[in-house]
């Protein structure tokens, strides 16, 4: 099982924060790997909305998966899980006000089956990387 969590504080108002993240056509600024990210069916995201996201793999590959919205709470929380797509890891995002700003909770989990679980170690590194560098560039983009 892959599960870890991200802190950020950001400074900038919750709701700012919340409805960033929560747009996915600001997905590509703050997840370098994501090529693009459309709601199927356009309009805004709620509860149960689902997303196409393209991401570039490593050798420049690009992989579509389909990520639905299955807790949408204004300001607060929001989750997705992947529903299409060749990697079986969910998020969970909570949003708290703070002194200066929101922190941002990015729970990252899921089970990889198939030829992926013998790598859980190498991935669970690599992802929290990979996570932690998503974070930090939302951070630098809200707060510049």
């Known amino acids: 099982m892959i599960d870890f969590t991200i802190q950020t504080d950001i400074d900038r108002p919750v709701a700012d924060v919340f409805a960033y993240v929560a747009d996915p056509s600001k997905l590509p600024t703050w997840q370098t790997n994501t090529v693009s990210a459309m709601v199927v069916g356009g309009g805004p995201v709620g509860l ?32 997705i899980r992947v529903v299409e797509g060749p990697m079986p890891i969910d998020g969970t995002l909570k949003f708290e006000a703070r002194e200066r700003g929101t922190r941002m909770s990015f729970n990252v989990y899921g089970k990889p089956g198939g030829p992926l679980r013998f790598v859980k170690p190498v991935m669970q590194w690599a992802l929290k990387r990979q996570f932690a560098g998503y974070c930090a560039t939302l951070k630098r983009v809200l707060e510049s």
């Open 48 to 79: 149960g909305s689902r997303v196409v996201e393209v991401h570039r793999a490593p050798g420049g590959k690009e992989l579509s998966q389909v990520v639905e919205f299955w807790e949408f709470e204004p300001n607060r929380r929001l989750s």
